[in-house]
């Protein structure tokens, strides 16, 4: 691929661009990592974020780059990206995310950049421009991680109830109060690893492209640090319209079922992680508080609720592939 001939400010500009969309990340999805810790009385608010965030950051020592190279090079093929291609992915995520924050709806913030950068490839160049097996996998995830955090969910609640059945309500409320400080840190942790590295990955893109880093190098360790810096920063000023959907208004959740869908979620990111899958976050964490729900009864869900966010889910990508076309056409007539 021929390298682009980007201007150091167009560099700079479409970096930060980038670390504004993963504080919004953070921001929007500060409601994964602490609406059941606060929901349940554990931690306060303010405490909550603090607690969310460095583990956000920390996330940055655990896991490799495997979601990073996966969006970098998995989803768009390196000859269609350009710097058009990228500021009309980041517009459109940024655009989504704070319009679903505005309405209070968990959605996948990085869903909305995959679906950017999905609706900016094919404006420039067509279908062909798209790596499939990527694309599909991403597709195949929307459905598979609620279901699998749903399955989990409800199944470790279902484990815990009868492994502590002989106990006294009272004091397995104070153990598990305790035991959601773990398991708030394990989903925090996995937060940051999958998510984090999602903008790393449209920066390492837009290296590539630039000619700034090779093919085969190391992704550059300052990128890492901000990435997940501005991560962390967002979840400590936490989207709380999103925090009251996720853990008062799908259902009612105690310390022994927050934990038990905290650590099913942390579970299901670390595995993703692991194996370079760019899964949502939010979609996870509210399949799970839903089994949750679910194994207790399934009224104990406010289905009407659950539905809402559904909708919002599916139309994330093809939104987010419009307003991005719709940029990159602007953007096409109007710079230079």
């Not at 979840?235 to 934990?259: A, E, N, Y």
Request: one cysteine or more; glycine letters at 12%.
């Amino acid at each position: 691929m021929d390298a682009l001939h980007i201007s150091l400010a167009t560099l700079i500009f479409l970096v930060f661009l980038a670390l504004v969309f993963d504080f919004l990340n953070g921001f929007h999805d500060a409601a994964n990592s602490i609406a059941t810790i606060v929901s349940t009385g554990v931690l306060k608010p303010y405490q909550a974020v603090m607690w969310a965030a460095f583990f956000n950051v920390a996330a940055l020592f655990v896991f490799h780059l495997k979601v990073a190279a996966t969006i970098g090079t998995g989803i768009v093929d390196a000859w269609a990206v350009d710097q058009l291609v990228v500021f009309a992915a980041l517009v459109a995520g940024i655009a989504w995310s704070l319009i679903t924050w505005y309405f209070g709806l968990p959605i996948s913030a990085s869903h909305a950049l995959i679906g950017g950068l999905i609706g900016g490839a094919l404006v420039k160049a067509g279908p062909e421009a798209l790596q499939w097996e990527g694309v599909g996998m991403v597709l195949a995830f929307i459905v598979l991680s609620p279901l699998l955090g749903m399955l989990l969910g409800g199944g470790m609640l279902v484990l815990v109830s009868w492994l502590c059945r002989r106990q006294m309500p009272r004091r397995m409320d104070r153990w598990f109060r305790r035991l959601q400080l773990l398991s708030a840190a394990l989903y925090s942790l996995g937060h940051g690893g999958n998510d984090a590295q999602k903008t790393i990955g449209v920066i390492w893109m837009l290296l590539l492209a630039a000619d700034v880093s090779q093919r085969g190098d190391p992704v550059p360790l300052w990128v890492v640090v901000a990435c997940h810096l501005a991560m962390g920063l967002g979840t400590l000023f936490g989207g709380w319209r999103i925090v009251k959907t996720m853990g008062q208004r799908i259902t009612k959740l105690t310390p022994m079922g927050g934990f038990c869908a905290e650590t099913s979620g942390a579970f299901t990111l670390f595995v993703a992680t692991s194996l370079g899958i760019p899964i949502s976050t939010t979609h996870t964490i509210t399949g799970s508080i839903i089994g949750v729900g679910s194994a207790r009864r399934l009224s104990g869900v406010r289905w009407g609720v659950a539905g809402g966010i559904l909708w919002a889910w599916v139309l994330t990508i093809p939104s987010c592939a419009l307003i991005a076309a719709a940029v990159w056409e602007l953007g096409r007539r109007l710079l230079p």
